[in-house]
Nanobody, 128 residues
Framework: EVQLQASGGGFVQAGGSLRLSCEFA????????VGWFRRAPGKEREKVAC????????YYANSVKGRFTISGDDAKNTVYLQMNSLRPTDTAVYYC?????????????????????WGQGTLVTVSS
């Protein structure tokens, strides 16, 4: 059974940092893609970042480039999203999603429905 567990959300002031974690199990250890999506109140879900098990260059949405860093730890089956210089517009529920295969490149991230497994969301609130 494949499981993804997202954690690390919380409340932070603008300019602060948080690190989200997505711990996964049951996905092929050598062949996976994990992505982060977010949904802000009243808005559409949007892509944030993704990374693959082959350590290829990750994808970042323009809105987070230079502020967020995604990384994977194969030994811990965990993908991290380090979020710095947070803004109130980053307030959202963040979701991680996984799929076997390499579905992530610097210029393109798979759509939500192209992933096969999804974790529960973790809420990030950034105050001004």
């Amino acid at each position: 059974e494949v499981q993804l567990q997202a954690s690390g959300g919380g409340f932070v002031q603008a300019g602060g940092s948080l690190r989200l974690s997505c711990e996964f199990a049951g996905i092929n250890d050598d062949d996976w893609t994990v992505g982060w999506f977010r949904r802000a109140p009243g808005k559409e879900r949007e892509k944030v970042a993704c990374v693959t098990s082959d350590d290829g260059a990750p994808y970042y949405a323009n809105s987070v480039k230079g502020r967020f860093t995604i990384s994977g730890d194969d030994a811990k089956n965990t993908v991290y999203l380090q979020m710095n210089s947070l803004r109130p517009t980053d307030t959202a529920v963040y979701y991680c999603a996984g799929v076997e295969g390499w579905e992530c490149r610097p210029s393109v991230m798979a759509e939500w429905d192209d992933f096969d497994y999804w974790g529960q969301g973790t809420l990030v609130t950034v105050s001004s």
